[in-house]
């Protein structure tokens, strides 16, 4: 990937036809859609923080923040419409959850809220079907979804303010609500609105909905009817059909309420292009009441200065204390303004504040930078110039003009600009507060023009001709003509010497700008280019245009085209140190590839815009990266590497402060600021004679109200002393009054006394009689628990020292078994590394399954502790209730009064302890019976523990014979490698051997066959010589005559010399070729059986080692098993050890209880042990049959090689 990158710094703009496009995060921080992103702007630190939209997006829809003011729901067109919530406490605002309407097909979702505890989210679906989406967000689930409309648009839906189940959805003839019950939305009430078409609403209360309509007219509904309705201008209340019979003439006429929101006072709403109304409730009704008109206010350097105040308010938004008043427009501007100036100034017409800066509104054509200044100039469809600083990210000057501008080009001392009109090329100057048309050119609809670096020259495309002219003369110095249709692209080379251009009829054409020529050419007629720019060295160039893909060309050649998917590139630009190369593409994103172009498509993709990116320059110091787009967005883009840090400068670039002004302006300005300092210095003198007045009449108010003090002070003294006397008479005649009515009550009280004291006693003997039956109850009840706790101490103290004994000796055996594991597990460490790791995977989990069984059985214990307590308590209880009715008895000898209502008191309380008794004897009882089926399942354990035991020994007594018969496989594995070597190397010597004994064989026989010529050829030539003599003793008596003599001769010749000499020749040696023929065959028969033979070995001796091997693998395992059957009986007596430590701590009942469930549960463990203990056998048998049968014995030797 490349080294260089580029990261968002400041955007200028914003997205228009996005529904809820401005809204408050905090005080300082509003967040609204740029291009391709959402921008959280601070306004006093005029600093950006960017949320990144999804790749390849086809655009936002809507925008909604949570009441908490944490979470933020984006609403986007991808494959299909999802809405993406993000958690803004976040620092990088990450993605939270991506939601889509599942089944449902969904083009777009064009309005959505949160609900108040920002726990659900509604999302509406655009057109056909208008359905209406609840979602638990975070769960990712549809809560329930309904059918809003059938034709209109659904302009807003919100939830009630404090009902999570209540939704309120307007649009055109809709209003309606909807309450969220038994997982469906229904409607809960209906309106009459089919006439009226809804724009907006807010929520006022619980049960009171405020809707805007496109008629200019404002309607409150509360609870589930109409209860007022009114027009923006002017307010007037709508009683009688008549009256709204007369509005609805008028509603032509009326502006339209686009946005609407609500605060504590009232609300706010627009009321037509540019203004906003506030309104604040009455106390005496539900009524509102127009208190103050806020206007956008016009612009200063506009043709036309009252178009801004034609804008149409798209969204409004309040601060979250209630501050700031914030509204964004169909043209994409912010605004702002106090809530609390626009209060004091009730009188006066309050006008909005730009939030941040003026911004294009259409589609931007023109960019270019300077050198010596870090400024930027823009033009647009909208008719405006501005110019921007990269540094502070501020707007520095802008004009409007009457005709549409679609080129600029700034000139590298920054002094000067020039832009491409419709009509005219003009060339201006920038002055300290305004842009100034000095020279004028007569080159209509300029596309493109550029200044050369040294300033000294410009140029400007005039259809399919390049001009350029000299910028100190004016004069047309070159026309470079040779393109066919219009040129779209050009740039200057570093020298200015050259300068290259590219046009919609596919070519690239390099020129000399000193003498016009045409140096260089790349004609390609199937793509129509767009954008070009050249190396720092001017040596290549790089093209992009309609057939998705940036070429490289040098000399006349494109050497390399990197292809860039189904995706057209709009324009390009190359960084001055040559490391990087950007293109903007037409669906707004910005790709960085590394230079030189790799050879696979790599590249890095940003996103940035909402639209083709029109035009993209690098400033002269290789920090920033500008781009601008047909969304009328600016994006500046910090050039950084990976590390984070800026490129490296040569040379530290210093920015000039010079500005331009003229004469007169000059003049004017100090004739203005003469004329300030004078009016500030009599402001002064007037301030200081108005302070010393006020200061007077202060004085005098402060004399007035001291003495007004003085004398109501004295007043109320006099009145303070008067009522201390009337309260002194008041307290006696109420001490004789109250002595009266002691001595009334002390008299009734003695004849009470003397008329009850009969009473007294016949109900007090019934009352002994009642005492003595219930300690006769009471004492039953002791001893019987008495009896009871006995019994439990008894058995739970045997059952501890059972278990004591028992634990001991398992101990015991537990200490050995682990000495002699331990021996073993040294010995084959090597082996068993890598089956350890999945063993104690699975011990973890059998560790973590007992010990999930034992807080089970720790809760149960609890529990029965609980239950034991509860019931101590209420026997402690009840032995107080007693004690407190004793003393209630002997109050009752001195309340005489009372006595007959608390006796039928007690004698309830009485019924009441019997009914209780006997419900403590039915509890006793059943816990008895659990007590005893507990000692049955104790008996249970304590069994099933000792067959665990038996088991555990006879697996270790199984283990041994089982490592013994794997070191004798081992033994005899290591012999038959010895045999094997032993076999290979007499294989290799017998090898050896037979191929000395060919080599000697065949030298044998061709010596053999030498001799047996030898002797053959010298028997015949002695047979024939002694003929030959004999022949020529005989022809010794014709020498004296010589014809019979040659006769003879001849004779003898043919005698000697005939073909039976030669055929036998030939007999003698085909015989001994056969004779060869058949020994050489006789050897190679032999050689091949001994071949054949040795194969054989070879292939069982390999057979018997790979069986010898996977049998010894199978045995491993089975040692693993056993060593992990071994370990889990380990875990289980650890699990019994643990669970009787914890019955000895508590030595009590409950102790019993516990046991017996954690019986219950090593009962079932212990089940299912021995089920694979029992497979584990039957596995080691037939493995062992298997062997027995197969394997044969490692001390047999292996057949003997025959010769």
Not at 542 to 562: H, N, P, R, W
Not at 784 to 806: D, G
Request: proline share 2%; charged share 30%.
């Amino acid at each position: 990937m490349a080294t260089v990158v580029a990261q968002s710094h400041f955007i200028f703009g914003l997205r228009t036809g996005v529904k809820n496009n401005l809204l408050y995060f905090d005080e300082q921080t509003v967040i609204f859609p740029c291009g391709n992103n959402c921008v959280r702007y601070n306004i006093n630190q005029k600093c950006q923080k960017f949320i990144p939209g999804t790749e390849r997006s086809q655009g936002m829809q809507a925008l909604a923040i949570s009441t908490n003011r944490r979470y933020l729901a984006v609403s986007e067109c991808v494959e299909k419409a999802t809405i993406t919530v993000f958690d803004l406490q976040h620092e990088q605002s990450r993605k939270r959850k991506v939601l889509t309407g599942g089944e449902i097909a969904v083009d777009k979702f064009v309005c959505m809220a949160f609900s108040p505890d920002s726990k659900y989210l509604i999302g509406q679906a655009g057109g056909p079907d208008w359905t209406l989406f609840l979602w638990m967000w975070e769960k990712k689930k549809v809560m329930a979804t309904v059918k809003t409309s059938t034709d209109g648009p659904i302009n807003q839906i919100s939830f009630n303010p404090e009902d999570n189940t209540q939704i309120c959805v307007s649009g055109n003839g809709v209003f309606k609500i909807f309450r969220y019950a038994g997982e469906i939305l229904k409607q809960s009430s209906t309106f009459k609105t089919d006439t009226h078409h809804f724009l907006c609403h807010t929520w006022m209360s619980t049960e009171q909905v405020i809707a805007g309509t496109d008629a200019g007219q404002l309607m409150m509904f509360e609870s589930g009817r109409q209860r007022w309705e009114m027009n923006v201008t002017p307010v007037q209340k709508v009683s009688s059909q008549s009256e709204k019979q007369d509005c609805n003439e008028t509603f032509s006429t009326l502006p339209r309420v686009t946005a609407i929101v609500g605060y504590s006072n009232g609300f706010a709403c627009s009321a037509g292009p540019g203004t906003v109304c506030l309104f604040e409730k009455r106390e005496e009704e539900d009524q509102y009441k127009k208190t103050k008109e806020i206007k956008i206010p016009p612009e200063l350097f506009s043709n036309d200065p009252s178009s801004a105040e034609q804008q149409e308010i798209s969204t409004l938004c309040i601060s979250p204390s209630e501050e700031t008043l914030a509204a964004s427009t169909d043209r994409g501007q912010l605004y702002g303004i106090s809530l609390s100036l626009a209060e004091l100034n009730k009188g006066v017409c309050a006008q909005f504040e730009h939030l941040s800066h003026s911004s294009h509104s259409s589609v931007i054509t023109g960019l270019s930078t300077c050198i010596r200044k870090p400024l930027m100039a823009t033009c647009s469809q909208d008719r405006s110039v501005r110019i921007w600083n990269f540094e502070t990210n501020v707007l520095e000057m802008y004009k409007e003009f009457q005709e549409e501008a679609y080129s600029i080009a700034l000139h590298p001392t920054g002094l000067y600009i020039l832009v491409g009109f419709s009509d005219k090329l003009r060339l201006m100057t920038l002055l300290i507060d305004d842009i100034r048309t000095f020279k004028e050119f007569t080159v209509r609809s300029c596309r493109e023009c550029a200044f050369s670096h040294g300033g000294h020259l410009f140029a400007a495309v005039n259809g399919n001709v390049i001009n350029i002219y000299s910028t100190t003369t004016f004069e047309d110095v070159l026309n470079l003509k040779g393109h066919n249709e219009k040129v779209r692209a050009i740039a200057f080379s570093a020298d200015d010497s050259r300068l290259v251009s590219c046009g919609m009829d596919g070519a690239v054409y390099e020129w000399n700008t000193l003498t016009g020529a045409r140096e260089s050419e790349s004609v390609l007629k199937t793509c129509s280019y767009t954008g070009v720019t050249m190396s720092p060295d001017a040596k290549t160039f790089f093209a992009v245009g309609t057939d998705c893909s940036l070429k490289e060309i040098q000399d006349c050649q494109i050497l390399k085209e990197v292809r860039t998917g189904d995706v057209v590139c709009t324009t390009v630009a190359m960084s001055r140190s040559g490391r990087v190369l950007f293109i903007g593409t037409s669906i707004g994103t910005v790709r960085a590839f590394k230079y030189p172009l790799p050879i696979q498509n790599d590249w890095i993709e940003y996103q940035a815009h909402a639209g083709p990116v029109t035009k993209m320059v690098i400033t002269f110091d290789d920090q920033f990266l500008i781009t601008v787009s047909e969304d009328s967005c600016l994006f500046i883009w910090k050039i950084i590497d990976k590390e984070g840090q800026g490129l490296k400068r040569e040379k530290e670039l210093i920015y000039a402060e010079e500005i331009l002004i003229t004469k007169s302006d000059l003049e004017e300005k100090n004739k203005i600021m003469l004329d300030l300092n004078a009016r500030v210095t009599e402001l002064q003198e007037e301030n200081k004679y108005q302070l010393s007045l006020r200061d007077i009449e202060y004085k005098e108010k402060i004399n007035e109200l001291t003495e007004k003090c003085i004398q109501q002070i004295n007043s109320l003294n006099a009145e303070k002393e008067v009522l201390k006397a009337e309260k002194e008479k008041q307290q006696a005649a109420h001490v004789k009054a109250l002595s009266e009515v002691l001595e009334k009550h002390d008299k009734e009280q003695q004849d009470m006394e003397s008329s009850n004291n009969q009473k007294l006693m016949l109900e007090y003997e019934k009352y002994q009689e009642l005492q003595l039956k219930l300690h006769k109850v009471q004492q039953e009840y002791e001893q019987q628990l008495h009896s009871v706790e006995e019994s439990k101490t008894r058995a739970l103290e045997e059952m501890m020292q059972s278990y004591e004994a028992k634990l001991e000796e398992k101990m015991m055996l537990v200490t050995q078994y682990q000495d002699e594991v331990q021996q073993k597990v040294r010995e084959f460490d090597e082996y068993i590394k890598q089956e350890e790791e999945d063993a104690d995977m699975e011990i973890h989990e059998i560790r973590m399954k007992y010990e999930q069984n034992l807080k089970e059985e720790k809760k149960a214990n609890t529990r029965l502790k609980v239950e034991l307590d509860t019931t101590t308590k209420q026997f402690h209880v009840l032995q107080r209730e007693i004690e407190n009715r004793n003393l209630e008895i002997e109050k009752l000898k001195q309340e005489v009064q009372k006595l007959q209502s608390v006796i039928k008191a007690l004698e309830n309380d009485i019924t009441g302890l019997k009914t209780a008794i006997q419900k403590r004897d039915g509890i006793i009882q059943d816990k008895e019976k659990s007590i005893y089926e507990l000692k049955k399942k104790n008996d249970t354990l304590n069994k099933t523990i000792e067959v665990m035991e038996f088991r555990a020994e006879y697996m270790e007594e199984q283990i041994e014979p089982k490592e013994n018969e794997i070191q004798d496989l081992k033994e005899q594995m290591l012999e038959m490698e010895g045999e094997l070597k032993e076999f290979h190397k007499t294989n290799t010597q017998l090898e050896l051997k037979i191929a000395e004994l060919n080599l000697k064989l065949k030298t044998k026989d061709k010596e053999m066959h030498k001799e047996m010529r030898k002797l053959k050829d010298f028997e015949v030539f002695v047979f024939m010589f002694k003929r030959f003599i004999y022949f020529l003793y005989n022809f010794l008596d014709f020498i004296e005559w010589p014809d019979v003599l040659k006769e003879h001769i001849r004779e003898l010749y043919k005698c000697y010399v005939e073909s039976s000499d030669v055929v036998e020749k030939v007999a003698v040696d085909t015989d001994t070729q056969k004779e060869n023929h058949r020994q050489r065959e006789h050897y190679e028969k032999i050689i091949t059986t001994l071949k054949n033979q040795l194969t054989r070995d070879t292939n069982v001796l390999q057979a018997n080692n790979t069986k010898l091997m996977k049998d010894n693998v199978i045995l491993m395992k089975e040692i693993n098993d056993l060593r992990q059957e071994l370990r889990t009986v380990r875990m289980q007596l650890h699990n019994y050890d643990s669970q009787s430590s914890f019955n000895k701590s508590s030595a009590n009942t409950r102790g019993a209880a516990s046991a017996g469930r954690n019986g219950l549960m090593t009962k079932q463990s212990l089940e299912e042990a021995e089920k694979i203990i029992q497979f584990q056998r039957l596995e080691i048998q037939r493995l062992k049959q298997e062997i027995n049968g197969q394997m044969p014995s490692s001390r047999t030797k292996l057949p003997p090689l025959t010769n």
